[in-house]
């Protein structure tokens, strides 16, 4: 998990300062920026429940053989084959084929658990974020939209709920909204990382667009 947030970071900096550099969207930035918050921990995940950490004791380190992603994804597509009520399965399944850069089956797996458990606020966020990437213009909108109000409404401090939803404000042009609603979420971040400098430069990008009045952040139940 943490060789996977360090490269993450090595490789999400350089393309964020090309893509300024050459008039990229913010709204694809911003997507990209919201994977940081969850991938490193679906590569912990799938190894805690498809791993054998305990099996090293005592084994000479030659003879341990590790999965391979593909082999470790088959191992869960046959656990969920056997047990298809398994939500924190269907959770790493969707986390893991993200990764994986399928946000097709990622968003299928994320509805899974949402039959299984109709108010899990990740798999609300999960599901908009890969339905949002499945498209072109990777516009936040209907379902994706309204699972997002959904999951904030639920927990008003999940941080990728909050920046989902921002972007999905900032996309439509309400930008008072779009810097009110990442103003909730500064306070979750650790002050000087570079997610908050982030955060604070597309606030600051919101408020100019919305006239240069500051936004008030708004209240979870407004959201």
């Given at each position: 998990a943490v060789m996977i947030a360090v490269a993450l970071a090595a490789l999400?900096?350089?393309l964020v300062r090309h893509g300024r550099k050459s008039g990229r969207s913010r709204g694809v930035f911003a997507l990209t920026l919201a994977i940081a918050f969850v991938l490193p921990l679906s590569a912990s995940g799938l190894y805690l429940l498809i791993g054998t950490p305990a099996a090293l004791n005592g084994v000479p380190t030659e003879a341990a053989q590790p999965l391979t992603m593909q082999q470790a994804l088959d191992e869960l597509h046959t656990h969920l084959a056997q047990?298809?009520?398994?939500?924190?399965?269907?959770?790493?399944?969707?986390?893991?084929?993200?990764l994986q850069h399928d946000p097709d089956a990622a968003?299928?797996?994320y509805d899974h658990v949402l039959k299984?458990?109709?108010?899990n606020a990740e798999a609300m966020v999960g599901w908009a974020e890969n339905d949002s990437m499945t498209r072109s213009d990777?516009?936040?909108?209907?379902?994706a939209l309204d699972l997002l109000k959904?999951?904030?409404?639920?927990?008003?401090?999940?941080?990728r709920g909050l920046w989902l939803l921002g972007i999905s404000d900032f996309q439509h042009g309400d930008y008072r909204n779009a810097a009110a609603t990442w103003r909730l979420l500064q306070p979750q971040l650790e002050p000087?990382?570079?997610v908050a400098k982030a955060v604070a430069e597309q606030i600051a990008v919101a408020d100019a667009r919305a006239g240069g009045a500051p936004?008030?952040?708004?209240?979870?139940s407004t959201v």
């Amino acid at each position: 998990a943490v060789m996977i947030a360090v490269a993450l970071a090595a490789l999400l900096l350089p393309l964020v300062r090309h893509g300024r550099k050459s008039g990229r969207s913010r709204g694809v930035f911003a997507l990209t920026l919201a994977i940081a918050f969850v991938l490193p921990l679906s590569a912990s995940g799938l190894y805690l429940l498809i791993g054998t950490p305990a099996a090293l004791n005592g084994v000479p380190t030659e003879a341990a053989q590790p999965l391979t992603m593909q082999q470790a994804l088959d191992e869960l597509h046959t656990h969920l084959a056997q047990q298809p009520d398994d939500v924190r399965g269907w959770m790493l399944l969707a986390q893991t084929q993200a990764l994986q850069h399928d946000p097709d089956a990622a968003r299928d797996a994320y509805d899974h658990v949402l039959k299984l458990d109709a108010n899990n606020a990740e798999a609300m966020v999960g599901w908009a974020e890969n339905d949002s990437m499945t498209r072109s213009d990777h516009m936040i909108e209907g379902r994706a939209l309204d699972l997002l109000k959904r999951a904030v409404l639920l927990h008003p401090d999940s941080q990728r709920g909050l920046w989902l939803l921002g972007i999905s404000d900032f996309q439509h042009g309400d930008y008072r909204n779009a810097a009110a609603t990442w103003r909730l979420l500064q306070p979750q971040l650790e002050p000087g990382s570079n997610v908050a400098k982030a955060v604070a430069e597309q606030i600051a990008v919101a408020d100019a667009r919305a006239g240069g009045a500051p936004a008030e952040a708004a209240s979870s139940s407004t959201v």
